[in-house]
């Protein structure tokens, strides 16, 4: 099996066929088109500049377009990047599918669903379960499929189911250190905190933001999301703006998005498990691209950090 994109080191030279995950178009300071591709296959991602890019460059390499492309992997501000020799689309005859070069998550959208189920049915609370449970059966089919971002965490299809399996792993541990936690809050919280993302994204392939995404976010959209559930359901009392508070204080910080900071301890505890989970998923991805005894390139998500792997993780 040929190697992916993720396995070639700064100074190779590729010739791979890749998927167009974004397109931006630029300008240089002399006033000249070029156009910031992100190829991605499998294994990854990364950035390559196309350089006096026509208008029919424009129309031939949108997102969610297969290319074959040759160039020399090189490091630009501590980031691999695609220097391109040679690009073009892929033709029919080649019989590639978009399904060839997207990321997938680890886990199966069966054993994603079984796992959270269970945790549905292990809630006591029967508000706090009945609106988990509406809410997730609404938006089933776009949650198992979209990733959790565009970039930096779980940017792959079903990232967004996987990143909830991963906290609702943590939560469970970290509930069996500090009894005191309310679990059916918890839990509800890890499943409904990025739920907005099936409205702020665009979809699982070649993921953008929405205009309601843009406009909104997820957070808001979810908070409203959780009122008309408890409408819908008859459903009165304090859990249903508990779950909303859980959500909107996700976050931790207003100046990391959140409305209101957490308030509550199973608040705070979600807000750690959301970090927690998001970075160790940063940091798997540029490691395990990283030989023993070298620096990963820079992750602009976690302070533009690059982390050493040492010699004797092999």
């Known amino acids: 099996m040929m190697p992916g994109i993720g396995q070639y080191d700064v100074g190779s030279s590729v010739d791979l066929f890749m998927l167009i995950k974004q397109t931006t178009k630029g300008t240089t300071n002399t006033g000249k088109p070029f156009l910031t591709l992100i190829l991605q296959d499998k294994s990854g991602d990364i950035e390559a500049k196309l350089w006096d890019a026509s208008e029919q460059d424009e129309l031939n390499y949108q997102p969610e377009t297969i290319v074959k492309v040759s160039g020399d992997v090189q490091s630009y501000r501590g980031k691999n990047q695609l220097r391109i020799r040679q690009i073009k689309p892929s033709a029919p005859g080649d019989g590639l599918e978009l399904s060839d070069f997207l990321q997938t998550a680890p886990l199966s959208i069966d054993e994603m669903t079984s796992k959270i189920t269970q945790f549905i049915f292990e809630m006591k609370n029967p508000n706090i379960q009945r609106i988990t449970r509406h809410l997730l059966k609404k938006y089933q089919k776009p949650f198992l499929e979209y990733p959790a971002a565009t970039k930096n965490h779980h940017e792959f299809v079903s990232g967004l189911a996987y990143h909830v399996v991963s906290m609702l792993d943590l939560s469970k541990s970290i509930a069996g250190l500090y009894p005191s936690l309310d679990t059916d809050l918890l839990y509800a919280g890890v499943i409904l905190h990025d739920l907005g993302k099936v409205f702020e994204l665009s979809g699982p392939t070649s993921t953008s933001y929405t205009v309601e995404g843009n406009l909104l976010g997820h957070i808001s959209i979810m908070v409203n999301e959780i009122g008309k559930a408890a409408d819908e359901l008859g459903i009165k009392g304090e859990e249903t703006m508990i779950l909303q508070h859980l ?38 991805k540029v490691l395990d691209k990283t030989k023993p005894g070298e620096y990963t390139e820079r992750v602009f998500a976690l302070d533009n950090r690059s982390f050493y792997k040492p010699a004797f993780h092999k």
């Open 247 to 284: 959500v909107l204080s996700h976050h931790g910080k207003a100046e990391w998005g959140s409305p209101k900071p957490p308030m509550i301890k199973e608040a705070e505890i979600l807000h750690y498990i959301d970090n927690i989970d998001a970075k160790m998923n940063m940091l798997d």
